[in-house]
């Protein structure tokens, strides 16, 4: 049995704990309330969690996500899932999934050995990396999948790796080639060409990649951002295509598309499966579909996404039967 003077100082880091916890008082207050200095209440509160005299049960939404995230590992064998809150009176496509998904690229870009990040680009991935901090990040390397120039020769205002290098330091490729060439000739001959051909074999050697998800539709990315015109994208939807990534249709099975379009994407070509560890960031009704489709046809292997669309890929039935799209 510990001394008195042992148990006196438990008593007083049960009762700091209680009072930062569970009746939310601040550091300061509990302080003023026990007669210590702050940095003996920082120093109680830390003790009643080493000492596990507080206890945490989670309840909504946490757990929810938590639960949420463990069933869509399971169902699609996912090495990596991360299910946020969602909120039911936002629109937005971004929140939340933004926040977690610079958390996920901050952890990775803080290890010691030198990584290889490979980056798509969007509305979801430029709003992610808004979210980062400057850090000093020289060893490791960032690279683009997708190209960054628009038919009109205009550059994508969502293009992130310039951004995210910026803010660490780290070398980085990026992919100056038109998103989508004239002509598969046309294209045959960009990514032909020797610094794409590296640009190309780096982001195959990724440690990780992160990419946002695109729907096909008349509101699809592609064609907001004026990387295809509304008739590609109409070719695109009788073809069978339900979304993208980095520029690469794919059907409702998660098929890249052997036509159409993406006989002049200049993107580095997904690998399927996914090699290494492949991370899509999004949510959303009208991505819903297009999500499960990467899941089901093993193009991403990871996702970031909130609790609304994690309930509604669980509830979905996955697609049988279907094979690569002509």
Known sequence: ??????????????????????????????ARKLGVSRPTAQRLVSLAISERLVTFRLEH???????????LSERYGLKHCDVVPADPGSDSTTTGIAEAAAAFIEARLKAERPVIVALGTGRTLRAAVDQIPPMKCPSHQLVSLVGNITPDGSASFYDVLSKLADLTGARHYPMPL???????????????????????????????????VGQIDLKAPLLLDGFASREEILELMRRGAVGEIASWSFDAGGNILAHGLNERITSV???VPAGGLRVGVAMGPAKTAAIRAALV???????????ATAAALI?????RGITASA
Do not use: K
């Not at 002509?183 to 440690?207: K, T």
């Not at 046809?297 to 609790?307: D, Y």
């Open 1 to 30: 049995m510990g001394s008195d003077s042992d148990r006196a100082r438990l008593d007083d880091a049960a009762r700091a704990g209680w009072l930062y916890f569970v009746a939310g008082n601040t550091q300061d207050e509990i």
């Open 269 to 271: 070509r997904l690998d």
């Open 178 to 212: 038109p998103a989508v060439a004239a002509s598969p000739e046309e294209r045959a001959q960009l990514v032909g060409l020797e610094p794409v051909r590296r640009v190309h074999a780096l982001a195959a050697r990724a440690d990780v990649t992160v990419v946002g």
């Open 297 to 307: 046809g093993g193009l991403l292997n990871g996702l970031v996404t909130n609790e």
């Open 61 to 71: 939404p946490i757990a929810a996500c938590m639960a949420l995230a463990a069933r």
């Open 315 to 319: 509830a979905a039935e996955a697609p």
